[in-house]
């Protein structure tokens, strides 16, 4: 899956959307199957999003795919599909062998029409995105795909079948996005390799979204977690529990100079980001969906750190690992600290800027998750 969010005026194609051209997606599957379906959004949108048609391929190297693995995606039967503003649809299964954990896909979009702003997922950390003129479905060299975004455009998801296993969905911020990871080595990505190497193989969805914050929506950094918890982790096929770790951005933003992106950018309480997991808590149980709950990572060094922000995290932090209100936790503010300042990334964990973990670090994160609670 992929959490999506309103288009923004940063660098990417969401503002201008798309007219007679293709864009091919490349994406990584946490599980495997036999079939496999796409979902196309158009939550964002402001008119009906015309959809000529579209394929699914193993992807090869960049924007080219394997010979003779491209099959059209129908939608009820039909070629294209015109999905109204505020919607989505899902395609027509289409049988592609070998699909494992990990299997890379390349799903072309071709719009013959202007769509208009698109519904997007601005941080695709598992691929990359390629853009063609005209109808360029059935390509297998890259050769005419030749511009590329690091973004994911109406694509909401493929769901891989069968999948009777149920799914964890990983819930929150830039680091379960995976800024700065490598494709596959995501914490969500080295969970799902866990669980597929004991035995009790199960999709693991990724619900991270850069910037995105628990209580306040962005221009920039999608809707708050309070609003898109029920569309990217209870109304997903199968959710039977999600790991939350989000708070980060809503402790560090207001003690940075306001931006267009972090506006409004109020100041929040201990107790008001509790108050927010709460409700988490009580519309996941509704819906009969276990939640894990994670500690906030340390991140003294970093631009969102203060004497303020460190003291709210302590506090979050000893909620979260002490009330007993989630049913299990996963003390990711341990695993990665120093030990000679827990404040801090140990520096073997650290990407650079003090606040995303590097590959080692994502590692440990996936390391550090009991696989009973899941």
């Known amino acids: 899956m992929t959490a999506l969010q309103q288009p923004n005026a940063n660098q990417n194609w969401s503002r201008q959307g798309f007219a007679n051209q293709s864009v091919r997606q490349v994406i990584r599957l946490s599980s495997g199957g036999s079939e496999a379906r796409i979902r196309i959004s158009n939550q964002y949108g402001v008119q009906p999003l015309e959809l000529t048609g579209a394929t699914i391929a193993k992807a090869a190297r960049g924007s080219a795919v394997v010979p003779g693995s491209a099959q059209p995606v129908r939608f009820g039967g039909a070629e294209s599909v015109s999905v109204p503003a505020g919607g989505q649809v899902t395609g027509d299964a289409v049988t592609l062998s070998g699909l494992t954990s990990g299997t890379q896909l390349a799903i072309t979009l071709?719009?013959?029409?202007?769509?208009?702003?698109?519904?997007?997922?601005?941080?695709?950390?598992?691929?990359?995105?390629?853009?063609?003129?005209?109808?360029?479905?059935?390509?297998?060299s890259g050769t005419a795909y030749r511009e590329t975004s690091g973004s994911w455009y109406f694509l909401a998801g493929v769901d891989v079948t069968p999948a009777d296993v149920g799914s964890v969905v990983a819930f929150g911020d830039s680091i379960t996005n995976g800024f700065t990871a490598a494709p596959g080595s995501r914490y969500p990505d080295l969970l799902a390799a866990r669980l597929a190497a004991s035995g009790r193989a199960m999709p693991i969805l990724n619900a991270g979204l850069g910037g995105n914050r628990l209580l306040t929506d962005s221009a920039c950094y999608g809707e708050d977690g309070l609003t898109r918890f029920h569309r990217d982790v209870l109304d997903q096929p199968g959710t039977r529990t999600v790991l939350v770790l989000i708070g980060i951005n809503d402790l560090g933003y207001p003690e940075l100079p306001p931006?267009?992106?972090?506006?409004?950018?109020?100041?929040?309480?201990?107790?008001?980001?509790?108050?927010?997991?709460?409700?988490?808590?009580?519309?996941?149980?509704?819906?009969?969906?276990?939640?894990?709950?994670?500690?906030?990572?340390?991140?003294?060094?970093?631009?969102?750190?203060?004497?303020?922000?460190?003291?709210?995290?302590?506090?979050?932090?000893a909620w979260i690992a002490t009330s007993g209100e989630f049913d299990a936790v996963a003390d990711f503010a341990s695993a990665l600290a120093d030990p000679a300042d827990p404040t801090r990334l140990a520096p073997k964990y650290d990407s650079g800027d003090h606040l995303h973990p590097n590959e080692a670090g994502y590692r440990v994160m996936a390391d550090a998750i009991d696989l009973t609670t899941l």
């Open 110 to 140: 071709y719009f013959a029409h202007a769509t208009g702003p698109a519904t997007f997922h601005e941080f695709g950390a598992t691929g990359a995105s390629y853009r063609a003129a005209g109808d360029q479905r059935a390509a297998t």
């Open 259 to 317: 931006t267009s992106c972090t506006t409004p950018n109020p100041a929040i309480t201990a107790a008001q980001l509790i108050a927010g997991y709460r409700t988490l808590i009580r519309d996941a149980h509704a819906r009969g969906v276990r939640v894990v709950g994670v500690t906030i990572t340390p991140f003294r060094g970093a631009s969102v750190y203060t004497v303020h922000s460190a003291q709210l995290r302590r506090a979050v932090n």
